[in-house]
């Protein structure tokens, strides 16, 4: 009999209102700390564990240590229709986020197309899930963010870019949306962590060391190395420029520089939507989206594969399974949110 201890499932719905609960005791509005949960759960159905709930406590402490601001003014600045600025003014990047995905929808239905970039926030979380969030309007959703260099560039010793993703999010008909949410990075910086604890070796050309040397050994590993070399490092510089020097903060220039504040936590980000009414019938849109779908599944499935998927597909119908019979939280999580409710006085739900 394992005595590994067991991961605890708690329905959707009680966790999106326990961690709700939390962040609000965190310093949060009310709104506030229902839009940040809404993320965090969003993450959590569809698999990405990374960014779901076991972001709980993190966000806590960056609002106890005052990074992020739990009493921000957000500010929307423009001057076209098309576009606009959000100066988050350090509210966690769910709130600032979502905000700006409501704006890019209302500003493109007008519009047919815009772009709302996000200037000085703090962790922005899961980006599919605001590329997903203007979907669900029946748009078309593209979002980048851009934050503090940790991940390698060819030919620099040492960290030099950020590991800065990026997502894009098309509506269908009957299929679940297409959901394309990924790093500049080969692999994630906890993919490094939990291979350190566990003493698995990391793959080839997956991390480096602080110099910027290759190597597959965990415990030497202290950064990722972009996605396809110069192709993944030249995306995240690229992403700086469309997002934090287009906004007029930037990170990577500051980050190098001899300006100690240059150091301080902040990210960026740029949201796109487009509507695809401005360019024709929008169910024809979606009816075709389906048919090349549809089309790609259909597609000859090679030896010992289990299907062709498009992306987003498997993560929504993870949601579809964890939203039946629960989300599942490790037990290190379960005991930091159980701690943080002890110290709070909120009420843990049951599991």
Do not use: C
């Amino acid at each position: 009999m394992s005595d590994t201890p067991k991961k605890v499932l708690v329905p959707a719905d009680d966790l999106r209102t326990f961690s709700a609960a939390l962040l609000q005791q965190g310093g949060l509005s009310p709104e506030h700390a229902r839009t940040t949960a809404d993320v965090f759960v969003w993450a959590a159905l569809r698999g990405v564990d990374s960014h779901g709930i076991a972001r709980v406590p993190a966000y806590l402490e960056l609002l106890a240590k005052g990074v992020a601001n739990a009493r921000a003014e957000i500010t929307v600045e423009s001057t076209t229709p098309a576009a606009a600025v959000l100066d988050a003014d350090r509210a966690p990047g769910p709130v600032a986020l979502s905000a700006a995905a409501d704006e890019a929808v209302k500003r493109a239905k007008a519009t047919g197309i815009a772009s709302v970039g996000v200037r000085r926030t703090v962790h922005t979380g899961a980006i599919g899930y605001y590329v997903s969030r203007i979907a669900e309007q029946g748009l078309v959703g593209l979002g980048f963010v851009a934050g503090m260099p940790n991940m390698g560039y060819t030919g620099v010793k040492g960290a030099a870019v950020a590991t800065s993703p990026l997502a894009i999010a098309v509506p269908a008909q009957s299929h679940a949306p297409l959901v394309l949410d990924m790093a500049t990075a080969t692999i994630a910086l906890g993919k490094i962590r939990q291979a350190r604890a566990s003493g698995t070796a990391l793959p080839e050309g997956a991390a480096a060391t602080e110099d910027g040397t290759p190597t597959t050994d965990p415990e030497q590993a202290v950064m990722p190395l972009p996605l396809g070399g110069a192709k993944g490092s030249g995306m995240s510089l690229a992403f700086e420029l469309l997002t934090s020097v287009l906004v007029g903060a930037p990170i990577f220039s500051a980050f190098h520089s001899d300006d100690p504040q240059g150091r301080g936590h902040r990210q960026n980000a740029l949201l796109i939507a487009v509507d695809p009414a401005a360019f024709g019938d929008p169910s024809a849109f979606t009816a075709a989206v389906d048919t090349t779908l549809g089309t790609l599944k259909s597609l000859p499935v090679t030896d010992g594969a289990d299907g062709v998927f498009y992306p987003g597909e498997r993560s929504a119908a993870v949601a579809v399974e964890r939203g039946e019979k629960g989300v599942p939280v490790t037990p290190k999580v379960w005991r930091e949110l159980t701690e943080s409710a002890a110290k709070f006085g909120v009420e843990v739900p049951s599991v």
